[in-house]
C-alpha cells in the first residue's frame, strides 16, 4: 500500500513569486508519481508525471516537480505565479508494476495567489 | 476534439429519489473510473471498469452501482438517494496500455440530496 502527505493544505503567494507545493509519499515498491491541478468548479487536470529517467520533469503552465527518491519527495515548483495559477494541487502516487494498480490521491493544497 | 463529459453538472435532489450521474468519453479509453470527493479529504475510488462489461467496486464503500455496455459510457445509479450521498463526483478515463500515464477527468457531478 502507498500513501501521500501533502503537507500544506493553503499556500498563498503574491504574483510574481516563486511557490513550491510539497509532496512526500510512501511506498514499500517503485511508483510513478503525479500532479494534477483543479480549477475551481473543474475536474482534475495532469500537470505532470514523473515515470522515469530524469529526475526533473517539466508540465504545463510553467510548473516542474523534482523527484527524491531518498527523501520519498515529489515537490512542485513555478518561479514566478500568476494569478490564473489559484486552484488545488494534488499529488499522486501508483505502483509502477503492470496490471491494474490503486492511484492514490493526496488531500490536496490549495494555491491562493494575491495580486 | 477528445473529451470526458459529465452530467448534470450540478443536481439537487430529494431523498430517498433514484438518480444516474452520466458520464461519456470520445477517446476510446478502454479504462474507466468513478471518484468521490469531498473537501479536505483525498480522492475515494468508488468504482471501475477495464472494459465492456467489466466493473469492479473501488476502495470506499457505496451504495451506488455501475454499468459498462458501451465503452464509451458509464453511468453511475443511486437507487435511492441520502443525504449521506451529498458530494462531488468526478469520473475518468485511460488508455489501456498507458494508464500509468495518467488519468483524464471530467467537471464533475455535485451532487446535493436534501
Known amino acids: 500500500a502507498q500513501s501521500v502527505t501533502q503537507l500544506d493544505s493553503q499556500v498563498p503567494v503574491f504574483e510574481e513569486a516563486p511557490v513550491e507545493l510539497r509532496c512526500n509519499y510512501s511506498?514499500?515498491?517503485?511508483?510513478?508519481l503525479f500532479w494534477y491541478v483543479q480549477y475551481p468548479n473543474q475536474g482534475l487536470q495532469l500537470l505532470l508525471k514523473?515515470?522515469?529517467?530524469?529526475?526533473l520533469v517539466k508540465g504545463i503552465n510553467g510548473f516542474e516537480a523534482e523527484f527524491n527518491k531518498s527523501q520519498t519527495s515529489f515537490h512542485l515548483r513555478k518561479p514566478s505565479v500568476h494569478i490564473s495559477d489559484t486552484a488545488e494541487y494534488f499529488c499522486?502516487?501508483?505502483?509502477?508494476?503492470?496490471?491494474?494498480?490503486?492511484?492514490?490521491f493526496g488531500i490536496g493544497t490549495k494555491l491562493q495567489v494575491i495580486p | 476534439e477528445a473529451d470526458i463529459y459529465q452530467t448534470p453538472r450540478y443536481l439537487v435532489i430529494g431523498t430517498g429519489k433514484k438518480i444516474t450521474l452520466e458520464c461519456s468519453q470520445t477517446?476510446?479509453?478502454?479504462?474507466m473510473y468513478w471518484y468521490q470527493q469531498d473537501p479536505g479529504m483525498e480522492l475515494h475510488l468508488i468504482h471501475y471498469?477495464?472494459?465492456?462489461?467489466?466493473?469492479e467496486k473501488g476502495d470506499l464503500s457505496s451504495e451506488s452501482t455501475v454499468s459498462r455496455i458501451r465503452t464509451e459510457h458509464f453511468p453511475l445509479t443511486l437507487e435511492s438517494a441520502r443525504p449521506s450521498h451529498t458530494s462531488q463526483y468526478l469520473c475518468?478515463?485511460?488508455?489501456?496500455?498507458?494508464?500509468?500515464?495518467?488519468?483524464?477527468f471530467g467537471s464533475g457531478t455535485r451532487l446535493t440530496v436534501v
Open positions: 475518468a478515463s485511460s488508455d489501456r496500455d498507458r494508464g500509468h500515464y495518467g488519468y483524464t
Open positions: 511506498s514499500s515498491v517503485s511508483v510513478y
Open positions: 514523473y515515470l522515469s529517467g530524469s529526475t
Open positions: 499522486a502516487v501508483t505502483p509502477n508494476s503492470g496490471g491494474y494498480q490503486k492511484v492514490t
Open positions: 477517446m476510446g479509453h478502454d479504462k
Open positions: 471498469s477495464y472494459g465492456v462489461n467489466s466493473t
